[in-house]
């Protein structure tokens, strides 16, 4: 069974530095990985689908890394900022239908 | 504006009732699915569908119920036999597949009363 793990499961940075979150999977036999952002009390924002045949994905000041043969995701996001605060949660499809299997997120928190 | 409704923000359940969470979306995708969210746990999966009239259990549908009678809407109602049903319910749909990104609504959070 798919096992999607976060490590940590907090962080915090001052204003300005990069950001760096982990994701890592059991089985590298994966179709994409997906990031979400979820503030609290809210749904969660999709950020990036990375394709298990990609091993980079940006959009604007973020980056996803993809090494399946590792288990490995990297999220990077670049001069974070305090609204850049929030759970930054990644997902694999565990099944043809999309089912998700999600890691229980890393809350980051960018102090001024 | 295209996107996922969900309703209502904030619910509370009796001991013994029934209740039913409203997921609309307009986006024209053809799944749809629940979630269940726990404090320091990941989205579990509850139900989904991936056309009308169809759904699947996912790995913690016992004491939830769901229809799918129209492309729009996926109701879940959590049911008396749900013994712990306090959560944060999430609905998502995507254009359907393994390989569309998922799109989220912005949650329901229920309570016991």
């Known amino acids: 069974k798919q096992e999607v793990t976060q490590i940590p499961a907090a962080l915090s940075v001052p204003e300005g530095e990069n950001l760096v979150l982990n994701c890592s999977f059991t089985d590298s036999a994966i179709y994409n990985l997906q990031w979400f952002r979820q503030d609290p009390g809210k749904g969660l924002t999709s950020l990036l689908l990375i394709q298990s045949s990609q091993r980079e994905q940006t959009s604007g000041r973020l980056n996803a890394s993809l090494d399946k043969s590792s288990g490995r995701s990297t999220l990077y996001i670049a001069a974070s900022q305090p609204g850049d605060s929030a759970t930054y949660l990644c997902a694999v499809p565990t099944d043809s239908w999309g089912k998700l299997q999600f890691g229980a997120g890393t809350q980051v928190v960018v102090t001024p | 504006d295209g996107g996922i409704t969900q309703s209502p923000k904030y619910l509370f359940r009796k001991e013994g009732q029934n209740v039913t969470l409203s997921c609309e979306q307009n986006?024209?995708?053809?799944?749809m699915y629940w979630y269940r969210q726990d404090p320091g746990q990941g989205l579990r999966l509850i139900y989904y569908s991936q056309i009308v009239n169809d759904f699947q259990k996912g790995d913690i549908a016992e004491g939830y119920s769901v229809s799918r009678e129209k492309k729009e809407s996926f109701p879940l109602t959590v049911t008396s036999a749900q013994k712990n049903p306090t959560a944060f319910y999430l609905c998502?749909?995507?254009?359907?597949?393994?390989?569309?990104?998922?799109?989220f609504g912005d949650g329901t959070r229920l309570s016991i009363l």
């Open positions: 986006l024209n995708h053809d799944a």
């Open positions: 998502a749909s995507s254009k359907g597949g393994n390989n569309q990104p998922q799109h």
